[in-house]
């Protein structure tokens, strides 16, 4: 079945470092991608929307020169965490829609996440 | 503006008992409702999903859920869980499948004790 493709999916960084998500859509192609962040044992808060080609669309609240994200390609979708921090630590899972054959609606299919310690 | 409202942070039962794990949305227009699971350490795996046609709908690994758009909710059930239905449960739901994100509630923890 179709498969979202994240990586790394762990990392560890000092805290001033630039670190970078990929996500990628295998064997389909998505012409947006959406970023979560999940604290631990919390729910998931919509970051941004990527959109393959024109600039992202972040949420109210999240600071968008700290969180980069490029959407290079139509199975490619990068989130680069800028001078991280401890609070930046996080979950960070990606996901893109895919067609349900069935109905024509399309189904959030999710990567397996990113777990980020700043030190 | 989409909500979800999941009443139960944690939800305690013993192995081959039946559960529910409860969902409440608001929304003003009509929805596409979703549950995913997740295990530790993972990203979220689908369990089922209703986005038209009949309003009871099944999924993977002997869940169903059933859609009640007079009571807006679409509670999750299992008539017999496993040890290994442990897990963090959500309920999502959207507008619009093509354009917009899920919004998701706050998430159920199932414990499933032997």
């Given amino acids: 079945g179709a498969v979202v493709s994240q990586h790394p999916s762990w990392v560890i960084c000092k805290s001033g470092t630039s670190v970078k998500i990929e996500c990628r859509s295998l064997d389909f192609?998505?012409?947006?991608?959406?970023?979560?962040?999940?604290?631990?044992?919390?729910?998931?808060?919509?970051?941004?929307?990527?959109?393959?080609?024109?600039?992202?669309?972040?949420?109210?609240?999240?600071?968008?020169?700290?969180?980069?994200?490029?959407?290079?390609?139509?199975?490619?979708?990068?989130?680069?965490?800028?001078?991280?921090?401890?609070?930046?630590?996080?979950?960070?899972?990606?996901?893109?829609?895919?067609?349900?054959?069935?109905?024509?609606a399309n189904v959030l299919t999710f990567g397996a996440g990113s777990r980020l310690t700043v030190l | 503006a989409q909500s979800v409202t999941q009443l139960d942070s944690q939800v305690p039962v013993f192995e081959e008992a039946p559960v529910e794990l409860r969902c409440n949305y608001s929304s003003s227009v009509s929805v596409y409702l979703f549950w995913y699971v997740q295990y530790p350490n993972q990203g979220l795996q689908l369990l089922l999903k209703y986005l038209s046609g009949s309003t009871l709908v099944k999924g993977i690994n002997g869940f169903e859920a059933e859609f009640n758009k007079s009571q807006t909710s679409f509670h999750l059930r299992k008539p017999s869980v496993h040890i290994s239905d442990t897990a963090e449960y959500f309920c999502a739901v959207t507008s619009d499948t093509g354009r917009r994100a899920l919004t998701f509630g706050s998430g159920t923890r199932l414990q499933v004790q032997p």
């Fill in chain 1, 29 to 104: 192609q998505a012409t947006t991608m959406f970023w979560y962040r999940q604290f631990p044992k919390q729910s998931l808060m919509l970051m941004a929307t990527s959109n393959e080609g024109s600039k992202a669309t972040y949420e109210q609240g999240v600071e968008k020169d700290k969180f980069l994200i490029n959407h290079a390609s139509l199975t490619l979708s990068t989130l680069t965490v800028t001078s991280a921090h401890p609070e930046d630590s996080s979950f960070y899972i990606c996901s893109a829609p895919l067609r349900d054959r069935e109905s024509g």
